[in-house]
């Protein structure tokens, strides 16, 4: 993982999601369990504060998890938008001044997700979008630390949605850039000079030279 990857610190998750995209979220994690006895105790082991700091990266995840005496390390990555889903999501959330507030206050605005998804952009993963590799060599994906950890990365996003937004491949402070780039282009400009019609100034120049002409006489 890149030293600029954000770390979640390690911590002991509450019962359920509280907010809509949380509870989201931890729907895909259930749909991509193989088993309800790997969801359970992969859950176990993430309310137990189980899991180590979470290094989250565009596009991908890194973290530990303490399972009895052994320890296994668990990497996981979730599809990054194209460029042109990236623009479309950078204008849906240019699309309404609040929204990026909403952001950084931590709320998820329900309108911006139902907005992206018109525009073809799909923020939320579905279960089968969510891919782990365990060195515990498990024959099933994801295995119980890997659902710990997609429990984590659950209460971590819900906290902070700049971290769905980094794993599907915007950095918070690129996507804060693009949305400021995007609002100022939306912006009236004043003309350029230099963008005059050629023919326009020539004949502003012949009519200034008579009137001088005139005022002399």
Known sequence: MPTHARIAPRTAGAARARSWWGKAWLRAVEEAAYGDDDLRKGRALARAGKVGGIAVEPGGFLASVEDGDAVATVTGSVP?????????????????????????AGDLPHGLVEHAEEVGVELLPYGGELATRCTCEPWTDPCRHGIAVLQQIGWLLEADPFVLVALRGLERDDLLARVHAASGASAEAPPDPLDLDLDVAAEAVRVAADLLTEADQ
């Open 80 to 104: 990054v938008l194209d460029g042109a889903a990236t623009e479309s999501l950078v204008e849906t959330v240019a699309a309404e001044s609040g929204r990026v507030a909403a952001l950084l």
